[in-house]
């Protein structure tokens, strides 16, 4: 899967979006990453998740912020991570 990746506030976060936009069922993925993360807010266009020690926010389309994460191999590892888990 490819990404562009963009710097956020201030460069502390960072956020891939993937090249083809997906559908994601926010409640599916909230679920499936339930094991290993937990859930701080959930709406209708958002998901924010506690995961490996950063603020994770999760967006229908596929895209996928980090905070706090400054390195884009990285960011691009857990956005492909995720999305694998989240969409098979």
Known sequence: ???????LCGGKALM?????????DLDRAGEILADES???QKEDM????????METTL???GKIMFYPLEDRDLCI???SDILNRISG
């Open 1 to 7: 899967m490819r990404f562009t990746v963009a710097r």
């Open 16 to 24: 891939a979006t993937p090249r083809e936009p997906l559908e994601i």
């Open 38 to 40: 937990s859930v701080r």
């Open 46 to 53: 958002i998901l924010v998740l506690e995961w490996n020690g």
């Open 59 to 61: 967006y229908p389309q």
């Open 77 to 79: 590892r857990y956005a």
